[in-house]
């Protein structure tokens, strides 16, 4: 029995090839639409390169971009079948690719979906990477002169300014760095000395943090040295006061904003999907009204659309076993006493009688 069966008069299909026409010409636009918001993520993931480890995560703008590509082919194809298909005798060009176009067009679908999916599953790759990144960067803020990394403090200080945030997971990770470069430290000082010496690796280690962790709503001066040394402030207690510096970390702070992006272009894709699947329905409504018009022979008569000609336990069955009788159709059977036909093939006479029947010489 056929799924979702509905009746078509010819003035019914012919208004649906009409308004599926018009729909089709509408996702044209959803698949630039596509390609825009892919385009856009990918700009966006581009400008904090710096700041990220190599991964996957330019997949999903890929993803995107090539879906919204594919959208605006598909879509222009089928707005002119469509078009065509308001009369039967142009129907019959299309006949034999409907159903192949059909099924492209649900394995497009289905990748919109699994785009919009990934804008949510990206999560994890994009918190790693974050991570990966900022640890580098913040690693190599001080190498203002060597090539290569000498623009990571420029792009540190600005992405902190930019996202009022500090340091990988938070200010603390200044502590355990050296971000001040050695050449503008005073090696004739004890104290500078006395650093370097207190270190196993050498390195000048402060609990401070860069001037770009400082909060300009802060209403006391920004106190950027000694922040866990609450002798060495007037009134002030790091353990209990709010501290005049950024205290969420850049990493949440990125992840927050890209996530919001994402989560709006997966709202999108969602609905682009839908639609999508919308007028594919359509067009196999369409599909199915117009060849049983044509198998009746009455252009001008009732025909019946569905979407699927048997049930689905019994069209999954039909499409499982083509799937299993793949490649067989080549394969020589031996069964029964059938042989190979290119064997002992006997030559036929054609009418002459005492004609020697010539046997093939052994190699």
């Known amino acids: ?26 996702s ?8 825009s918001l892919g385009l856009f993520l990918k700009i966006e ?7 990220m480890a190599k991964g996957d995560i330019n997949s ?25 298909c308001s009369d039967a005798n142009k129907f019959s060009r299309w006949k ?3 159903l192949p176009y059909i099924v492209c067009t649900f394995c497009f679908t289905f990748c919109i979906l699994v785009g919009a999916l990934m804008c949510y599953t990206m999560r994890n790759e994009l918190e790693e990477s974050l991570y990966l990144g900022l640890r580098d960067a913040i690693k190599f803020y001080k190498d203002t002169d060597i090539p290569g990394r000498c623009f990571l403090k420029k792009t540190v200080d600005m992405l902190q300014i930019g996202f009022q ?10 502590f355990e760095i050296q971000w001040v470069s050695a050449r503008y430290l005073n090696m004739a000082s004890k104290e500078v000395l006395d650093r370097l010496k207190s270190n196993v690796d050498g390195k000048f280690l402060v609990d401070g ?14 106190i950027q040295y000694q922040l866990t040394n609450n002798s060495a402030h007037y009134n002030y207690d790091f353990l209990t006061e709010e501290l005049n510096i950024w205290v969420k970390g850049c990493r949440e702070a990125l992840l927050d904003h890209y996530m919001a992006i994402m989560r709006s272009i997966g709202i999108a894709a969602l609905l682009i999907w839908l639609f999508e699947l919308s007028v594919l329905i359509g067009v196999r409504y369409l599909q199915t009204a117009m060849k049983n018009v044509l198998l009746l022979g009455d252009l001008e008569g009732e025909s019946d659309g569905w979407l699927l000609e ?12 083509i799937i299993k009788n793949l490649g067989k159709a080549n394969q020589i059977s031996t069964v029964s006493g059938i042989h190979d036909p290119n064997i002992n093939v006997q030559d036929t006479n054609c009418g002459k009688t005492n004609v020697t029947t010539k046997s093939i010489p052994a190699a």
């Not at 029995?1 to 509408?26: C, E, P, S, Y």
């Open 28 to 35: 044209v636009v959803s698949g630039i639409i596509l390609f």
């Open 1 to 26: 029995m056929a799924v979702l069966k509905v009746k078509f008069t010819k003035t019914k299909r012919d208004k649906l090839a009409q308004i599926l026409w018009i729909l089709n010409w509408v």
């Open 310 to 321: 048997n049930s689905f336990v019994e069209t999954a069955k039909y499409n499982i076993n």
């Open 96 to 98: 034999l690719v409907m």
């Open 209 to 222: 943090v860069p001037f770009s962790c400082c909060n300009p709503s802060s209403p006391r001066p920004c």
């Open 45 to 51: 993931i581009k400008k904090r390169n710096e700041v």
């Open 60 to 84: 999903v703008p890929n993803m995107l971009i090539s879906v919204g590509v594919i959208a605006c082919i598909i879509n222009f194809l089928g707005g002119k079948i469509c078009y065509d």
């Open 165 to 174: 945030c500090c340091g990988n997971n938070g200010f603390r990770d200044w």
